[in-house]
């Protein structure tokens, strides 16, 4: 090295480049072969420092005088150095993270994140456009009551409607005077032209009241569900209310709206997009962990 490297605190910089400090050992030489370009004695002991900034490493030794010797390294797997020396075989497996061995997901972490931002912000700018372009068009309204205490059977079919254009996302909105109390609906949208039918459940709930944390409130008086893909034709609802059998009677609403989108598969390509890049950060972080592990700084060692 033609300079020494300047020390900070617990790093030290070289040629521009931060290392940070790994760990502080004592060294003793216990055994002698070879030519050096020092005198080398048997019993000589050094306080030997690390600072490693992947693939690099800065080495000090400061001798009993007090004569500090630096040096730098580069990592090289050890298949390079099976090769270099024309070794037969296959070199050992390489076991746990050296000082300074690279990180197989450096550059990585960052760029999916790069990447992901990236389909989050298209993913949101397609949402906006679809949603401007869709029609939104109500294909049925409907009044009703549900009279827990009243004759006869709850369960009845809307007047018939018709979905047109193309097949879309259709919207059943339900929404009701609940006040301390819920009602739930039984679904079926029944195509006339085929018997085809989309079963399902839809509850309107709403709470409210004072305790000593202060008001509360849980629950909505309004409900919607989208339908993905539902092809054109005649269709109508078949409607079975249900609801608290000692309760007032329930007046509530129904709306069919077509041409709508189900914001639910925008937040399912928002997560999987998310995972791999969760992933990738989490064995990121690991392997971060298993290299300090080994220094003075380990995870929980302060």
């Known amino acids: ?96 993270i050296y000082a300074n061995e690279p990180s197989p997901y450096k550059g990585r972490v960052l760029r999916l994140w790069g990447a992901w931002l990236l389909f989050t912000v298209a993913l949101f700018v397609v949402a906006i456009g679809v949603g401007i372009t869709l029609p ?5 309204r409907g009044s009703y009551r549900f009279d827990p205490k009243g004759p006869g059977e709850a369960s009845f079919v809307s007047p018939a409607f ?3 254009g193309h097949a879309s996302g259709v919207a059943v909105a339900t929404g009701s005077n609940v006040d301390n109390n819920w009602i739930y609906v039984n679904y079926a949208l029944i195509n006339s032209d085929t018997n085809d039918a989309y079963d399902f459940g839809r509850e309107v709930s709403y709470y409210h009241g004072v305790d000593s ?66 992933l990738v950060t989490i064995r990121s972080g690991s392997f971060e962990q298993r290299r300090w592990a080994e220094s003075d700084h380990a995870p929980g060692s302060d």
């Open 1 to 96: 090295m033609k300079s020494p490297p300047t020390v900070a605190g617990s790093s030290v910089t070289y040629l521009g480049q931060h290392y940070k400090h790994f760990q502080t050992a004592a060294a003793k030489t216990t055994f002698v072969l070879g030519e050096f370009p020092w005198q080398v004695r048997v019993g000589e002991t050094a306080e030997a420092t690390d600072y490693v900034h992947p693939p690099m490493v800065i080495s000090s030794e400061t001798t009993e005088d007090k004569e500090v010797t630096w040096s730098i390294g580069e990592y090289t797997p050890g298949e390079d150095i099976w090769t270099a020396f024309g070794l037969e075989g296959e070199p050992p497996r390489a076991t746990g």
């Open 136 to 140: 939104h068009e109500v294909a049925m």
């Open 162 to 164: 018709e979905l047109k």
């Open 213 to 278: 944390d202060g008001s509360w409130s849980e629950g909505s008086t309004a409900d919607e569900v989208v339908l993905p893909s539902v092809p054109p034709g005649h269709y109508y609802l078949r409607i079975e209310p249900e609801g608290n059998l000692m309760g007032p009677s329930v007046a509530y609403t129904v709306a069919v709206t077509r041409g709508v989108q189900n914001e639910m598969l925008y937040l399912v390509a928002f997560f999987a997009l998310l995972v791999p890049v969760i």
